[in-house]
């Protein structure tokens, strides 16, 4: 593993995804800083962080042999992975809110955007991009639903002891995606799923409200709804919110 530290860039993710161009990769080489400037998050979302306060980095990984149509098990395997590193911190409530982000009850703690290079049918490599609150205990006003390791703990954090656990995890978690294990990242994926099998509101891209149960991912990602009168329907990541 290669770890570049770098004082201040705008996007972890775009440093690697350039550097990769020029040079060939280590596996499981890892950009962090401590002042990311534009961040990016899921659709098209940006990742506000206090410099020197959290953990802004991505990996670079290769795979053996996946598939495209295996995609949401790289999603598992990344979020999982990050899962296990934090779940011994007495965290109130930890779960996975679909497709990716960390949450400590209902208030996000991490988020994850990965970017894959496809050839042919194949995810040849990804780099994968990861903001997760650690010591910042304040928040812009307008950022609702957010929290840091220590505003839960009460506890301050040493952050390259903190990120080499997270990167051990991840590891883990890659080895049983490349050895096919996709039914255990699935079960424990579902397993620490936020609001899977409870009663809960949601909104669709129309902005119409309906109650219904999260109760599974489909094969190609979707995330799979119970509805009241037990139908079963998937929704893309732009096409439902979780109230």
């Not at 982000?101 to 991009?129: P, W």
């Not at 890659?174 to 509101?201: A, C, G, R, S, W």
């Not at 119970?226 to 893309?236: C, N, P």
């Amino acid at each position: 593993m290669k770890i570049i530290k770098l004082d201040a860039i705008d996007s972890t993710n775009s440093f690697l995804k350039e550097l990769g161009k020029n040079s060939v990769l280590e596996n499981f080489t890892v950009a962090v800083t401590s002042n990311q400037t534009n961040g990016r998050g899921q659709q098209q979302n940006t990742w506000a962080s206090k410099p020197f306060k959290n953990l802004t980095f991505s990996v670079f990984t290769r795979f053996k042999n996946l598939g495209i149509h295996q995609k949401k098990h790289l999603n598992f395997a990344i979020s999982l992975g990050i899962f296990d590193a934090i779940s011994t911190e007495n965290l109130p409530k930890l779960s996975i809110k679909w497709p990716n982000d960390i949450l400590s009850e209902n208030k996000k703690l991490c988020g994850i955007l990965i970017e894959n290079s496809i050839k042919g049918s194949k995810i040849n490599s990804s780099v994968i991009g990861i903001g997760l609150n650690v010591n910042q205990i304040e928040f812009p006003d307008h950022i609702k639903s957010v929290s840091s390791l220590k505003k839960e703990t009460e506890k301050e954090y040493d952050l390259d002891p903190l990120l080499s656990k997270i990167i051990s995890k991840i590891k883990e978690r890659i080895t049983l995606l490349n050895d096919k294990q996709f039914q255990h990242l699935e079960n424990d994926y579902l397993n620490v799923l936020y609001k899977k099998n409870i009663p809960t509101m949601f909104k669709d891209s129309n902005n119409v409200l309906f109650m219904g149960m999260i109760s599974g991912v489909s094969k190609e990602g979707r995330l799979q709804i119970t509805l009241e009168d037990d139908l079963i329907k998937e929704f893309d990541i732009k096409e439902v919110a979780i109230l």
